[in-house]
């Protein structure tokens, strides 16, 4: 299984952007995907993520103002950004967990990363 990111870019603070993350490749079920983001020089950290239900998760700084959605037939996650801050800067990650049909391990599975950012 392979992620495809994209969707970001230069926004100034106030605004949106919307990212998408393909999974692409055969024989896994894709089960939780979510969003990390990695400021420069911090650790990377969950944004949001979301399971095969629809459940979702956010953190608090990101709570009220993104979106996290997904299509569970074209195997692709969404975010939505809204109201970005100077602070929203970072690389955007996307991950799921993919499990082989038939088997029971899960994937740890990362996309290249796409970059937002936010000027004041």
């Known amino acids: 299984v392979q992620l495809q990111a994209s969707g970001g870019g230069l926004v100034q603070a106030g605004g949106s952007l919307r990212l998408s993350c393909a999974a692409s490749?055969?024989?896994?079920?894709?089960?939780?995907m979510g969003w990390y983001s990695q400021a420069p020089g911090k650790q990377r950290e969950v944004v949001a993520t979301?399971?095969?239900?629809?459940?979702?998760h956010y953190e608090d700084f990101v709570q009220g103002r993104f979106t996290i959605w997904r299509d569970i037939g074209k195997n692709t996650v969404y975010l939505q950004m809204a109201s970005l801050k100077p602070e929203d800067t970072g690389v955007y990650y996307c991950?799921?967990?993919?499990?082989?049909?038939?088997?029971?391990?899960?994937?740890?599975?990362w996309g290249q990363g796409t970059l937002v950012t936010v000027s004041s």
């Open positions: 979301i399971d095969r239900n629809g459940i979702t």
């Open positions: 991950n799921a967990i993919a499990v082989r049909f038939g088997r029971s391990y899960e994937h740890n599975i």
């Open positions: 490749g055969s024989g896994f079920r894709i089960y939780d």
